[in-house]
């Protein structure tokens, strides 16, 4: 059975870091495509970041040179490590995995059938 578990969400004032953990069991990590997601009050959700089994990391423009997507393989928990926080990153950030592909596709919900439950990021200025 697959599980994601977010952690590591909170409060923080603009230019701040924060870094999550999503930890994950039930499928083989290091050989599945994995990604954040995050979802503001009244706005769709979106791909913020997603890294495939050879650790190749892709990211939305927004986040780009502030946003790193890692994974340990042994532990097995992905991380999104934000620095240099906006008021706009405020939001409820997912993990999400797809667990019968070790190359991403696209950065979009549909190609991810497992999600877990969010942790709230705010980013006050």
């Known amino acids: 059975q697959v599980q994601l578990v977010e952690s590591g969400g909170g409060s923080v004032q603009s230019g701040g870091s924060l870094r999550l953990s999503c930890s994950a069991s039930g499928f083989t990590l290091s050989r599945s495509c994995m990604a954040w997601f995050r979802q503001a009050t009244d706005k769709e959700r979106e791909g913020v970041a997603q890294?495939?089994?050879?650790?190749?990391?892709k990211y939305v423009a927004s986040v780009k040179g502030r946003f790193t997507v890692s994974r340990d393989n042994a532990k097995n928990i992905l991380y999104l490590q934000m620095n240099n926080l906006k008021p706009e990153d405020t939001a409820m950030y997912y993990c999400?995995?797809?667990?019968?592909?070790?190359?991403?596709?696209?950065?979009?919900?549909?190609?991810?059938?497992?999600w877990g439950q969010g942790t709230q990021v705010t980013v006050s200025s």
């Open positions: 999400a995995v797809q667990p019968s592909r070790i190359y991403c596709g696209s950065l979009s919900t549909s190609f991810f059938p497992y």
């Open positions: 890294i495939d089994s050879g650790g190749s990391p």
